[in-house]
Every structure is written in C-alpha cells, then in structure tokens.
C-alpha cells in the first residue's frame, strides 16, 4: 500500500490516495461498513465482486473499478488474483462535484466506471495503468481532479454549510435545529440531502455517528491494549445504551462492536 497526498487544490476534495497492490490465491472476501462517503476505486488487474445483500442488482460484478455512493448498510466484496489499483474516499458533495451526477442517482449502490455517462474516469483507470510509477498515478490523478472541479460549479453554500454542520457535529445536530438554522422546512432540507447528498439527513446523521465510534474501536491502538467498552463508546458518542450501539453496528456493519474492535477494518474511512 502506497499513501499518496493530493496537491494542495484538491485538499477540500480528497482527503489522500491509497495505492495498492494486491494478491490471493484463494477467494478474498471483506465486509465493508456503511458510509456517509463515496468510494472510488480506479483499479486494473483482478477482477472483484461488490455484493449488497439486501438487493443483488445493487452491486457489482466482475470489475475492476467502481464507484459505490452513500450507503446506508454494508456489503460485501470478493477477489481472487493479483489486483492493483487507487482507492478515494470522497465526502459527498465532493462526490457530487467530481462524479458530475446528483448522488441520489447512487445511493446504494456501486456502479462500474465504465457504465458512468461520459467516460472519464474509465478514460484516468487507462492512463493510471499505463503510468508505472506511483508518484507519477498520482500526479495524473492530481490533474485530472482540479481538471474536473474548474469545471464544475460548486454547490449550493446552503448545503454546504449544513454538511459541514452535521459532520462537524458527527451527527448530533437535530434535523430539526438544522432546518431552522437554514431557514428551510425539514421537507425541504430532506429533499435537497436525498437529492445531492444520497441519503436523508436523519440517516447522514446516524452513519456519521456511527463512523466516530467504529473508529473509536477498531482504529490504531498500542499493542496489547484492549479496545474501549461498548459502553464507554456508547455514551461518547450519543447512543442511548450500548444495546442502540449493538443495533446500529449489526445494520450499518453486520457485526457486534466487539467482533469488529478484535480485527481489522475493511474500509478505516
């Protein structure tokens, strides 16, 4: 794995590259967590399967690179073979500048690049390939981006200013006080955040709280030190109980929190 930072444009669009180079003789198979984020993976190689369990047609199969929106419940993806390629992990009105589409459009979903109305990015996967050393994928990626967002508009600042309230929060902020802080009904602010954003702000709201404290569990620690009580985490960060924590983990991680905390997380993002 090669950890890549973006020029110093694309700072409040992504966050880092992570480059990888991948092998497995016998099936690979990950559960990946629900997120309020896009993953992008620009990849050549093995090919993998993305597999949402609640509705097939939902995935996607057979590729090698994919973008999957906000979700609001985990997959699974599998692979065999030797695999190389670049993860992004896009906050969602990032998504929505670089991607070009209203993410409602892939929500629950992961579509493979190639499937994507104009190209693009199955056009950079190519290119990527063909480059052969990290440091220069991630100068063409560098281009390609800031590319991509000076010709885009930016958002709405409204929707711009209540993502960062609620994130800024992890959550916490009432879809109530959020609407009334904008000056929007809640309906309103619910359409806008399903439309542009993939998923209604109640349930952004959840998946950024939930992302707080699985990486309360399962991120670095000392060796040998145990991971923080469910309890603990609990109160921390604004469940009602630790039996809201297990429910929340098993529908956005399909596993207890214990489960998840004694191994190693699929996607830390």
């Not at 690179?65 to 990032?94: M, N, Q």
């Amino acid at each position: 794995m090669v950890v890549g930072r973006p020029d110093v444009r694309l700072r409040g669009f992504v966050d880092r590259y992570v480059g990888y180079r991948e092998a497995t003789a016998l099936p690979l198979v990950r559960r990946e967590a629900a997120g309020a984020f896009v993953v992008l993976i620009l990849g050549w190689g093995a090919p993998l399967d993305v597999v949402d369990p609640r509705c097939a047609e939902r995935g996607a199969y057979g590729v090698d690179s994919f973008v999957a929106g906000t979700f609001d419940g985990w997959c699974t993806t599998r692979t065999v073979g030797v695999g190389t390629g670049v993860e992004l992990l896009l906050a969602p009105l990032a998504a929505r500048r670089i991607l070009g589409v209203p993410l409602v459009e892939l929500a629950n979903r992961a579509v493979a690049v190639d499937r994507l109305a104009d190209g693009w990015l199955d056009r950079l996967r190519r290119r990527l390939a063909e480059t052969p050393q990290w440091p220069g994928r991630f100068r063409l990626l560098d281009a390609a981006l800031a590319a991509r967002l000076a010709a885009t508009e930016p958002v709405d600042p409204r929707l711009a200013w209540a993502w960062g309230r609620l994130a800024g929060s992890a959550g916490r902020v009432g879809v109530g006080s959020l609407a009334a802080e904008l000056g929007w009904s809640r309906r309103h602010l619910a359409t806008v955040f399903r439309r542009e954003v993939g998923l209604p702000p109640k349930t952004t709201a959840r998946l950024l709280r939930f992302a707080r404290a699985h990486a309360a569990l399962t991120g670095g620690r000392s060796p040998g030190a145990p991971p923080p009580g469910g309890a603990e985490v609990a109160a921390h960060y604004g469940y009602y109980d630790q039996s809201h924590l297990i429910r929340e983990f098993h529908e956005f991680a399909g596993a207890t929190p214990l489960r998840l905390a004694r191994s190693h997380p699929s996607n830390p993002g």
